[in-house]
């Protein structure tokens, strides 16, 4: 194969590099929520592109030199397949590894829990706090902050009941929530959410730890807990100031009487 034809499947096997290359990082910057603030995911996604249009220049060079003698679409196809296969299993790490939030429907999901304080625990006052954690190997690897709505507590058959939400942000491992006031821990749990939950988990769960086997019911003297997953509906658009003046001309004209001058 001459030079001429080397660099030809160099250019194309570069080009579908740089390709593989943006695509991969653009799925990247989705994923872990790279900041586009002054255009840094932009940068990061034309820089890599760069870089890997360099590499399957790179690549085509190469193997066009050494399978030189198998033709030029073998060596096309094999320089291509290394391009492609490196970008496949790449998205492939990044997305195993990524914090994907799960959806119902292409909607992103809020989870919804109450807890429920042990009997005879006064009216928690103070500084709330509710944290979602993802737990692997008995480890937490990451967590996000919600909402511990004290000021909507209210009083059941003698126990305060605690509403609290957070945003689904992985469907990476154990759902474990941890809810606080004033920096003291009320509750900690580890809760049987699936990490893609299904349209069943938009209803109430029954109040947990549920006992397994022979054991006895969970004492009144513990905190408890009960969960479902809500959709997070887009807001709804609001009327332009031009939309709202149009209305208002709109009415006075259908409120004017027919013969009016």
């Known amino acids: 194969m001459n030079w001429l034809v080397s660099f030809l499947v160099a250019v194309i096997t570069g080009g579908l590099g740089l390709l593989s290359a943006g695509a991969v990082t653009a799925a990247y910057a989705e994923w872990y929520h790279v900041s586009n603030r002054e255009g840094a995911a932009g940068y990061l996604i034309v820089g890599i592109a760069i870089l890997g249009g360099m590499g399957g220049f790179l690549i085509g060079l190469v193997a066009s030199r050494i399978l ?3 033709g030029l679409g073998r060596t096309f196809v094999c320089s291509a397949g290394l391009v492609l296969g ?3 299993l790449l998205t492939l790490a990044f997305y195993l590894l990524a914090d ?6 292409g909607a992103e999901l809020r989870l919804e829990v109450e807890i429920k304080l042990p009997a005879g625990h006064a009216q928690p006052v103070g500084e709330g706090s509710f944290t979602l954690g ?3 190997r008995h480890r937490q690897r990451a967590s996000q902050a919600g909402e511990l709505h004290l000021d909507q507590a209210r009083l059941e058959d003698g126990r305060w009941i605690v509403p609290a939400d957070v945003d689904l942000f992985t469907t990476r491992g154990l759902r474990a929530i941890l809810a ?3 920096g003291t821990r009320i509750a900690a749990f580890i809760i049987p959410l699936p990490g893609r939950p299904d349209p069943d988990h938009e209803q109430w769960s029954d109040w947990g730890p549920q006992p397994r086997g022979n054991q006895p019911p969970w004492p009144d003297s513990q905190p408890s807990y009960r ?5 997070i509906l887009p807001p709804e658009a609001q009327p332009s100031e031009a939309d709202i003046r149009e209305a208002e ?3 006075q004209i259908d409120a004017t009487p027919a013969d009016a001058p």
Do not use: L, Y
């Open 68 to 70: 030189g003698d198998a």
């Open 86 to 88: 490196s970008a496949a």
């Open 100 to 105: 994907i939030p799960p959806r119902i429907d």
């Open 134 to 136: 993802s737990v692997i």
């Open 180 to 182: 606080e006031v004033d």
């Open 227 to 231: 969960f479902r997953v809500q959709r």
């Open 249 to 251: 001309a709109q009415t």
